[in-house]
């Protein structure tokens, strides 16, 4: 599995790069400036998602580029909007300095806007997405939910108005709903959205394993940001704690929170039931999300 991941990684890579801008094209720094965003390094769980997704549904993989790399657009801009000053103000991410900091805090903020409207751009111009207008739109306007004001946006909002305040579980699911599990829910659907044959009860049991993944992927991640170190994370341990913010292992302690993400993850399985073996890797991103050490 580890092969197909790093294929699908590569498989991205490429694409992202045919797509980003030359760093020498006007204007220079902003360019260089995407470009060091985008190409420094990450998991790729998004656009893996979007291959598997695909795969399971027998959905070419030239189909799946365009998708892949829209939402792996979008969570990098998130990552540079995050870490600016006014948001959670980190110097380090994968390992480097952070776009405000290898750059400046306008350069980033002018990555961010540069990187979510080529997202879009992508998904309207690929010609090898073999989607009719109505299903480009339909994909479009998946995108457009997650990452905006219902979705990842939406989440970051309610995230800094709650620092320093009391959520319980319910409340600080729903963040992580918008906040995190948005993306990674448009990712599955993308990759089954490319299947011209997917009928609406496939839809909405993949729906429901990526809503399950979702919350997952954030436990772990909480649960990190505890056991883990700076290191092997690439960016600042224990930085929820240092601003303040209500996690899981807060909410649950590490044993309820470990608790909790094991419970999703076999949900998530669960929902793939009726899917054949083709679908496997989608299983084993479950159990990877919960496994995963930065």
């Known amino acids: 599995m580890k092969s197909l991941i790093k294929t699908y990684q590569q498989r991205v890579d490429g694409a992202l790069d045919t797509w980003l801008p030359a760093a020498d094209i006007q204007p220079p720094r902003l360019h260089e400036a995407m470009r060091y965003v985008v190409q420094g390094g990450g998991k790729r769980v998004r656009p893996v998602l979007v291959y598997f997704t695909g795969s399971a549904l027998s959905v070419n993989p030239t189909t799946l580029d365009a998708p892949a ?91 800094m108005a709650s620092v320093g305040q009391s959520l319980n579980i319910a409340e600080l699911e729903n963040m992580h709903i918008h906040k995190t599990g948005a993306l990674i829910r448009a990712s599955v659907k993308l990759g089954a959205l490319t299947c011209n044959t997917i009928d609406d009860n496939q839809l909405n049991k993949l729906d429901h394993y990526a809503k399950c993944i979702g919350l997952a992927f954030q436990i772990q991640d909480d649960i990190l940001d505890v056991e883990s170190n700076t290191e092997t994370l690439g960016k600042r341990q224990g930085s929820d704690i240092a601003h303040h913010k209500v996690t899981y292992p807060a909410l649950l302690g590490l044993r309820g929170a470990k608790q909790m993400a094991i419970e999703l993850i076999e949900d998530a399985k669960t929902s793939l039931a009726d899917f054949d073996e083709k679908a496997d890797p989608l299983r084993w991103m479950a159990s990877y999300i919960v496994t995963r050490n930065y």
């Open 69 to 159: 790399c829209a939402v792996e657009l979008i969570h990098a801009y998130s990552l540079v909007h995050d870490d600016l000053p006014g948001m959670d103000d980190d110097d380090l991410r994968r390992g480097k300095p952070t776009c405000h900091k290898a750059f400046d805090e306008a350069t980033a903020i002018l990555v961010g806007d540069a990187l979510q409207t080529l997202a879009f751009y992508v998904l309207s111009h690929d010609p090898h997405l073999q989607a009719s207008d109505k299903r480009r739109l339909e994909m479009i306007e998946t995108l457009a939910q997650a990452s905006g004001s219902r979705g990842m946006a939406g989440g970051q909002a309610i995230d």
